[in-house]
C-alpha cells in the first residue's frame, strides 16, 4: 500500500527501492526501556506554565524544509545523537516531496533556519543530504526521516552551522500533560487554535493536550494546533523539552492529531551510523582554505593598485633585522623537542607594525626545517574543523605543523575548535606512538582576550585545562621600531620599491623626520617611501600619508578608466569604504549595494573585484592594509551618503558582526573608552553611532549574541548606540532581547538592556512581565562587582520575588515554578553580603523554594524532578554556610539526595 501511495510522485521506483535497501538492510532500532509509557493523567491536571527562555531556545532548532525554489514542504528540528553528530528530523512522507536520490537536483532538499537568535531576521538555508528513513519499529508503523547537513547555500555570508542548540529530549510522555507544536513563520493556525508555537510572535499560553498513548507505544495522541506543512514539527512539553515528532490528523476527529514518541525519536538518531570519513580538498598536499598567503609580482603593467605594494603577504619590501630576534626566539622554541606537541603563542602588536610580515618570515624558516607551514583563509569551508582533524591523522608520525590564524581575536570559537581538533588527534596518535607535533601561532592588535580565552563561554572544560598547561606559550609583543633602525628600513623600501615600479634609482629623495613617533610602525616608513617616490615632500602626520596614498590609489583608478568613462571620487571610495566595513564581499552584494546607493558606472564592480581579488573566485577583498580600508571608512562615514553605507553595511547579521570588528579595530577597543566615544562630535562616529542603533530595532537579540561572541572589545560601540536611542525604542528593542547566553562580558550592556525591560513591565502594568524583567535585571547587576550594583540587585530580587507572589497566590500552576526560581536567586543574592543575618535570611529562602519545588515534582515529576536537584543541591551550599556541625549534617544529607536525583536522571537520559 505505501508503495502504490508513492507511485503518484515522478520518482523512479526501482530505484528508490534499490538505494533503500542498501541503506536500510535489516535495521534494528529498539524501543528503549528507560521510557515507562503511562496511560493515567498527572494528578495536578493540565499545567499551564511553560518556560519562555527555554522555549524562545528551542524555537531556534526549527526549520522549515523547502525546496530547491523555496516551496515549502514541511518542518523540521535539529537534534543530536550519542554520537555528538547533529542532524534533522522530519517525517518520512515529508521526505517523499523531495527528489533526495539524485534524480533531479531541481528537487534538492533544503533546510531553512534564522540565521542567529534574532527571530526577525533574514533566514539561511542549509542542504541536506538523507541519512535514514523507515517506517518499521519493533513491528510498530513509525514515520521519521533523518538528514544530515551538507552545508550553508551561501558560504560567504552564512555561517558553518546553524546558531542553534539542537532540542532537549524529555524523559517520557504522560497524558493529560500540556503540549507545543513548533510551527513557522508564515505558516497559518489551524485545527483547534492553541498549543501552537509561532516564531514571529509571542509564545501562547494556551497548550494544547497529550490524549492519549497508542497501543503499539510508539505513537500518541494530542489536540494542539498545527498548520497547513506542521508534518515534522516538534512537540514541547511545558520545560521546552521534545516530546514527539508531529505526523498528521487521526481520523478519530480533526481535532486529534497523530505524533510519534520521543522514544522512538531518541533511539533512533542515537543508532545512527557515524558518517562515513569524509574528503580533504587539497592541495600541494595542504588543505585548500589551508593556503599560504599567494604573492602577487607587482609591475607597472600588471594592472593592480599601488595599495599592493604595501600588501605585507606580496614581501615587496625586503624583511629587515630588527625583528630577527622575535622571528629567531620563535624558531628556537620550535626546535625543542621535549616541548608539548600541540602548542599555541600570541603575536601582539598595533595595526601597521608589522605582525603580518614577522609571520611570513617566521613561516618561510620554518619549512627550511621541515615544518608545513599552512595559513587560516579568512573564508572557511563549513566542514573546515573536521577537515583539519582528518588531515592531521593522515599525516606522517613524524610529521611538524605550523598554523596561522590573523585577526585572532574576532575569531576566538574558531581558534578553540581547530584547537581542541588537534589536541584530539595528537592524543589518540600518542598511543601509536606517534610524533606529529602542532603549533598554532595567532596574530592579534590588543592581547587582553589571550588571558580571558579559557573563560570564554565557547571553552570546553578539555580546552580550559590545556590553556592553562605548557602548551600555551603566551603573548609575544612586537616592540616598536627603534629610532636606530629606521633609516635603514626607509633606505630599503626605497630601493625596493623604485626597483618593481621601474623607477630610476638615481633620483633624489627628501628623507622624512624619522625621528616622529608615527615611524616606530613600519608601515609608515613604507607609506613616507612611495611618498618620496611620487616627488611629495609633506609627511608631518599619519593621516597626511594616507590621505596621499588614498589620493594615488583614486588617480590610479582613473588612468585605468581613462576618457572613456567618469569614476567620481565619491562613489569610488564609498564603495571602498563599504567593503572595509563588511571586510569583503561577493560581487553580487558588492552589486546590490552599488544599485542601492545609486552608483551607475559601468564596469565598475568588475574591475573593482580585479583590483582587489578575494581568496576563491565570486569575493572580492577590501582596500589592504587594514589601516588605509579603516581610513577610507572613516573618512565616508563621516560624508554625505555615511548614513546609507551604515544601513547597508548592516543590512544582515553576518554583516553587522563583521562591521563591529572593524569598528572596534577603528577606535575604542577597551571598555574605558566609552566615554570618548560618547562625547565623540565627529561626523563618522555620530553615523556609525545611529546606524547601530537602528540596527538594534532590527537586530536586537542577534547583535547581544554578536557582543557576547567579540568580548569586551565590542562593549564601546555596543552601549553607546544602544544609549543613543530614545527610551520608548529602547523599550520596544528589549522585548525582543532575551539573556539566553552569558553577558560576563558585555554586563554593562546587558544591564541597560534589562532596565529597558523593567521600565516597559511597568509601563505595560503586566505583574508577569515586572517579575521577569526584575528577575533578569538582578542578575545582570550581580555580574557587576561594585558594592552599589550588588545592592541594587538585592532590592530587584526581593521586588520580583513579591509579585511572583502574589501572581502564585492567583496562579499557583502558572506561576509557582518562578516563584521557587526567584527564592533561590534571592537566596544567592543575600548570601553573597556575608553576614550572619543574611545568610540565615538566604537559608530561609531557599528552604520555601525547595518545598515548592518537591510540591511540584510530586505532581509532575517529569518537568520538575531535575530543578528541583538543582534546588537542593543550592540548599545545601546554603546550610553550609551557617557553619554549625548540625546545619553541615544537613547540607550533606541535601547534597546526597541531590546526588540520588542527578544519577536516576543520567541513568534515564
Known sequence: EREKEREKYSFDLALRLHLRSHMMAEPVFRLSDNYKLRRTPSSSGTDLSFNVERFEAAAHAICRLEKTDGTHIGTGFLAKAKNCSTYVVTNQHVSDFFQVWGLDPKHRAWANFSPNPDLSSRPCRYELRLKFVGYKFGGHGADIAVFTMLGPEDVSKQPERPNAEPVRFAEGVLTGNPCWVGGYPGDDIGGGGCGVLLLTSDLTSIPGKVRDIHQNKTLFYHDAATSEGSSGSPIFNASAQLTGLHLSADNRGSLMKRAVHVAVVRDVVDQLPTDAPMSVQQENGVPTFLQLPTATSWSPDVGLPPSQLLVAGDQVVRFHPQRETVVSDTLALFADEKRARLSTQLLHGQGGIGKTRTALEIVKRAKRSDWTSTWLANRLPTDAVRQWQVWLKGLSASSKVLLVVDYAETRQEKLLQLLEAALQVLTERAKDGSGLRVHVLCLAREAGWWDRLKDSRECSTLMRNWLAGTGNWGRTPLPPWAAADRPSAFENALEDFAKVQRLEPSIS?????????????????????????????????????????????????????????????????????????????????????????????????????????????????????????????????????????????????????????????????????????????????????????????????????????????????????????????????????????????????????????????????????????????????????????????????????????????????????????????????????????????????EIESVNIFRKLEGEQPALHLSTLAGSLNSLASRLSEQGDAASRGEAMMCAMEAVGIYRKLADEQ
Not at 602626520?541 to 583608478?557: G, I, K, N, T
Open 509 to 845: 629623495h627628501q628623507t622624512p623626520d624619522l625621528s616622529s613617533k608615527m615611524y616606530e610602525r613600519p608601515l609608515f616608513i613604507h607609506l613616507a617611501a612611495l611618498a618620496a617616490l611620487a616627488g611629495e615632500t609633506e609627511h608631518s602626520s599619519e593621516e597626511v600619508l594616507v590621505r596621499a596614498q588614498l589620493d594615488r590609489e583614486f588617480a590610479y583608478w582613473q588612468k585605468w578608466f581613462g576618457t572613456e568613462e567618469t569614476l567620481s571620487s565619491e562613489d569610488w571610495a564609498d564603495t571602498l569604504a563599504w567593503l572595509a566595513l563588511v571586510n569583503g564581499a561577493s560581487l553580487i552584494d558588492l552589486r546590490k549595494f552599488m544599485t542601492a546607493l545609486e552608483i551607475d558606472t559601468p564596469r565598475f564592480a568588475e574591475v573593482t573585484a580585479g583590483f582587489y581579488p578575494g581568496e576563491s573566485k565570486g569575493l572580492v577583498a577590501p582596500l589592504q592594509p587594514d589601516l588605509l580600508g579603516e581610513a577610507i571608512s572613516a573618512q565616508q562615514l563621516g560624508k554625505e551618503r555615511g548614513r546609507r553605507i551604515m544601513r547597508l553595511a548592516l543590512d544582515d547579521t553576518e554583516c553587522a558582526q563583521r562591521v563591529l570588528e572593524v569598528l572596534s579595530r577603528m577606535k575604542c577597543a577597551h571598555t574605558s573608552d566609552f566615554r570618548s566615544l560618547r562625547t565623540d562630535a565627529s561626523s563618522w562616529s555620530l553615523n556609525a553611532r545611529e546606524g547601530l542603533a537602528e540596527a538594534w530595532l532590527k537586530h536586537g537579540q542577534a547583535l547581544l549574541y554578536i557582543g557576547c561572541t567579540l568580548g569586551r572589545r565590542s562593549l564601546p560601540w555596543l552601549l553607546v548606540s544602544w544609549c543613543f536611542l530614545p527610551e520608548n525604542q529602547q523599550e520596544s528593542a528589549s522585548e525582543k532581547i532575551t539573556f539566553t547566553v552569558r553577558t560576563t562580558c558585555i554586563v554593562e550592556l546587558a544591564v541597560s538592556i534589562a532596565r529597558a525591560k523593567v521600565r516597559k513591565g511597568k509601563a505595560a502594568a503586566r505583574s508577569s512581565d515586572m517579575a521577569k524583567a526584575l528577575d533578569e535585571l538582578a542578575m545582570q547587576l550581580s555580574l557587576q562587582k561594585d558594592a552599589a550594583s550588588q545592592g541594587e540587585a538585592l532590592a530587584c530580587e526581593r521586588e520580583a520575588v513579591g509579585l511572583f507572589r502574589k501572581l502564585a497566590a492567583g496562579q499557583p500552576d502558572a506561576f509557582l515554578p518562578d516563584l521557587a526560581k526567584s527564592l533561590s536567586n534571592l537566596a544567592v543574592r543575600l548570601s553573597a553580603r556575608g553576614d550572619a543575618a543574611s545568610r540565615r535570611a538566604a537559608l530561609a529562602c
